[in-house]
Nanobody, 133 residues
């Protein structure tokens, strides 16, 4: 069972940066298996939306249009951690950010990671990001 735990959220002003971390534990990071890890966020009263995705093999990434050029997803295999570097934060980035992961096919490239039909096996509890204007 994969367990995910987010950290790094906080209250910042518009234009500032935060780095979220997703610590991964449990039976994962096996080189015989292929996973994706993704960040989703949810603002009060709004639907959850995909923010970014990264594969454990191949290094594929994908981003929501609203964060392209500002957010960067990365992973540290040795630390079993996935990061989301968020620069030039805007008030509309406010929300609870969740880390999630699931096994995928070997050739998966994160192209449809945010599709509603994609199921994720594990979710973290979330970390709050608040950006003031």
């Amino acid at each position: 069972q994969v367990r995910l735990e987010e950290s790094g959220g906080g209250l910042v002003e518009s234009g500032e940066s935060l780095r979220l971390a997703c610590s991964i534990s449990g039976s994962t990071w096996d080189f015989l298996e292929f996973y994706i890890y993704a960040w989703f966020r949810q603002a009060p009263g709004q639907a959850r939306e995909g923010v970014s995705c990264i594969t454990t093999r191949g290094g594929y990434t994908n981003y929501a249009d609203s964060v392209k050029g500002r957010f960067t997803i990365s992973r540290d295999s040795a630390k079993k951690t996935v990061y989301l570097q968020m620069n030039n934060l805007k008030p509309e980035d406010t929300g609870t950010y969740y880390c999630t992961g699931t096994p995928v096919a070997a050739d998966y490239d994160c192209s449809d990671y945010s599709d509603p039909g994609r199921e994720y096996r594990s979710w973290g509890q979330g970390t709050q990001v608040t950006v003031s204007s």
